[in-house]
């Protein structure tokens, strides 16, 4: 991809010189509720507890890269309001980048509501996809690319996606979808408890288990967590195998905790 940089100045790289990521998507206001199991349909019951968190694709592996330690940026739609005011706040404190951030004169900022089962894991997602412009190519002219080793758009294929098609595995997605793809180009597809696999640019199929947690607490956010291992570690030159390995592992330990704090 050529470096087309116009208009502003990008910010410098990481320490000492070092390149950063940028992951392109979704940002939007997670409402959190935790219950102890999840509530039946037209029933009344109480929460153990509820938070405010950033959440979406994007600005979710951007919140890993950087727990990482790996000098990050987020592209995406805002528009001004008290929800973005919590969500610019908290990608400053994680020391993401924002500068990219497309500010929308109009629509909302997108909102989720998410019921989380202390009993089983499991997330149930309501999201408020709402008007929102989207980021343009002409946004995305304006960056200059030089500033990056890597830009995250959706490479990854999910198990959701995946069983869409009618797949029933990650290897039997990747290749019933590789012909989708540029030769050449990485396919990888993690398949909750049983791990992730990936097909390499020679064809290779490699595979990790998963490592799940002794119990599982939050699987919000799992999947954002495992791209942006992977992207971690195969933007630092390891190899596939441990790529997969280490988004696994990753993934792993945040489906053993609350939110993403704790996961290294």
């Known amino acids: 991809m050529a470096a087309g940089a116009a208009g502003r100045r990008d910010p410098e790289?990481?320490?000492a010189g070092e390149k950063r990521i940028l992951c392109v998507g979704l940002v939007c206001l997670d409402i959190i509720s935790v219950v102890e199991a999840y509530p039946a349909e037209d029933s009344d019951t109480r929460c153990v507890s509820q938070r405010w968190q950033r959440g979406g694709n994007a600005s979710n592996s951007c919140t890993v890269l950087a727990l990482l330690g790996a000098p990050c940026a987020f592209m995406g739609s805002l528009a001004p309001?008290?929800?973005?005011?919590?969500?610019?706040?908290?990608?400053?404190?994680?020391?993401?980048d924002v500068s990219h951030?497309?500010?929308q004169p109009r629509g909302d900022v997108p909102c989720a509501c998410?019921?989380?089962?202390?009993?089983?894991?499991?997330?149930?997602?309501?999201?408020?996809?709402?008007?929102?412009?989207e980021v343009?190519?002409?946004?995305f002219e304006r960056v200059d690319l030089s500033q990056y080793k890597?830009?995250?758009w959706e490479v990854f294929i999910s198990k959701d996606v995946a069983q869409h098609f009618g797949y029933r595995s990650a290897p039997e997605a990747l290749q019933g979808l590789r012909s989708r793809v540029q030769p050449g180009a990485t396919l990888i597809c993690a398949w909750a408890e049983a791990g992730a696999d990936a097909v390499g640019p020679g064809g290779e199929l490699v595979h990790s288990d998963a490592f799940p947690p002794e119990t599982l607490v939050?699987?919000?956010g799992a999947g954002d967590t495992f791209n942006a291992a992977v992207i971690f570690a195969l933007s630092a030159g390891r190899s596939l195998q441990d790529a997969l390995t280490f988004g696994c592992q990753i993934a792993g330990r945040?489906?053993?905790?609350?939110?993403?704090?704790?996961?290294?």
């Open 136 to 139: 343009t190519a002409r946004d």
């Open 114 to 133: 998410c019921v989380v089962s202390a009993a089983s894991g499991s997330r149930t997602i309501v999201l408020y996809d709402t008007n929102l412009p």
């Open 81 to 96: 309001g008290l929800a973005a005011d919590f969500i610019a706040a908290d990608f400053q404190r994680r020391g993401v």
């Open 150 to 152: 890597w830009i995250h």
């Open 13 to 15: 790289p990481g320490p």
């Open 218 to 220: 939050d699987t919000l």
């Open 101 to 103: 951030v497309a500010w």
């Open 254 to 264: 945040k489906c053993g905790i609350q939110g993403f704090d704790g996961i290294v």
